[in-house]
T-cell receptor, first 113, second 111 residues
Framework: DGGITQSPKYLFRKEGQNVTLSCEQN?????MYWYRQDPGQGLRLIYY???????QKGDIAEGYSVSREKKESFPLTVTSAQKNPTAFYLC????????????FGDGTRLSIL | QKEVEQDPGPLSVPEGAIVSLNCTYS??????FMWYRQYSRKGPELLMY????GNKEDGRFTAQVDKSSKYISLFIRDSQPSDSATYLC???????????FGTGTRLQVFP
């Protein structure tokens, strides 16, 4: 059954700590995305990758980092530089060509301890 | 002004009602339009995907795009309590990978 798996479902971060959110897809999609969702603000793009070993900053990349070493994996690290990390994080993927709809995982909720 | 505007609701309707959900946008270059449904603590699920103006129907759902008015709608016929969720519109410009999302409308269908 094809889909996008995000883990963990819930994550807690201490002050000064980096945490990594996992995103794995078995849809054979080239493009992958990370969004942050806050109440009343919709989805905001953090980073995206159109191909392995390449990625671009989205609208709110500060305090986050990503890697794309494998086609099926696109982990997101929330660094200590991100001062307001509490949010719902969503990973998505899509097929080329561009403008194909994105398909989402079930998210990771990150909270500050 | 946001590129995409969507009333946050909540919109509360009785079971069986016809629901109309709407988004307006300011960028006339948008050509691809999507509606997603998001249940609480879940990721968005694609409901409808349309290109340019016109209507598209899928079961109880109809998506409508009016590019001249920069207005898109999602109609739900014979609404069910299981339709209770947040509905997000999203749109993109040709040949880009970025989607611009509305903030979502929360819908409650009561029995």
């Amino acid at each position: 059954d094809g889909g996008i798996t995000q883990s963990p479902k819930y994550l807690f971060r201490k002050e000064g700590q980096n945490v990594t959110l996992s995103c794995e897809q078995n849809l054979n999609h080239d493009a992958m995305y990370w969004y942050r969702q806050d109440p009343g603000q919709g989805l905001r793009l953090i980073y995206y990758s159109q191909i392995v070993n390449d990625f671009q900053k989205g609208d709110i990349a500060e305090g986050y980092s990503v890697s794309r070493e494998k086609k099926e994996s696109f982990p997101l690290t929330v660094t200590s530089a991100q001062k307001n990390p509490t949010a719902f994080y969503l990973c998505a993927s899509s097929d080329p060509p561009s403008n194909q709809p994105q398909h989402f995982g079930d998210g990771t909720r990150l909270s500050i301890l | 002004q946001k590129e995409v505007e969507q009333d946050p609701g909540p919109l509360s309707v009785p079971e069986g009602a016809i629901v109309s959900l709407n988004c307006t946008y300011s960028n006339s270059a948008f050509q691809y339009f999507m509606w997603y449904r998001q249940y609480s603590r879940k990721g968005p699920e694609l409901l409808m995907y349309t290109y340019s103006s016109g209507n598209k129907e899928d079961g109880r759902f109809t998506a409508q795009v009016d590019k001249s008015s920069k207005y898109i709608s999602l109609f739900i016929r014979d609404s069910q309590p299981s339709d209770s969720a947040t509905y997000l519109c999203a749109m993109s410009v040709y040949n880009t990978d970025k989607l611009i999302f509305g903030t979502g409308t929360r819908l409650q269908v009561f029995p």
